[in-house]
Nanobody, 119 residues
Framework: QVQLVESGGGLVQAGGSLRLSCAASGRTFSRYDMVGWFRQAPGKEREFAAAIRWSGDSTRYADSVKGRFTISRDNARNTVYLQMNSLKPEDTAVYYC???????????WGQGTQVTVSS
């Protein structure tokens, strides 16, 4: 079973940038088809932000982050990143990474990292 650990969250002013990391241990990401980033703001349901196929270059983004966020992976480090630029206060949330199958069922989740964007 894979263990996922997110890092890189913090407090940033609107317009700033952060890079989140998701490191896998126990099993490599290569055993899973997709790695995704999700987020949950206070009082809201968890929502999809971005995903990447572990083999190949296919990526997908929520409309709310498209053009501002970039998901990437480092196979050698068994790590997935989420580069977040032009951050807005509405991006404030706990960000989770997850590993899943080709049809978008994510079975393994990290503990989350807090991102707070001040106005």
């Amino acid at each position: 079973q894979v263990q996922l650990v997110e890092s890189g969250g913090g407090l940033v002013q609107a317009g700033g940038s952060l890079r989140l990391s998701c490191a896998a241990s126990g099993r490599t990401f290569s055993r899973y088809d997709m790695v995704g980033w999700f987020r949950q703001a206070p009082g809201k349901e968890r929502e999809f932000a971005a995903a990447i196929r572990w083999s190949g270059d296919s990526t997908r983004y929520a409309d709310s982050v498209k053009g501002r966020f970039t998901i990437s992976r480092d196979n050698a480090r068994n790590t997935v990143y989420l580069q977040m630029n032009s951050l807005k206060p509405e991006d404030t949330a706990v960000y989770y990474c997850a590993a899943g199958n080709a049809v978008g069922v994510y079975s393994y989740w990290g503990q989350g990292t807090q991102v707070t964007v001040s106005s």
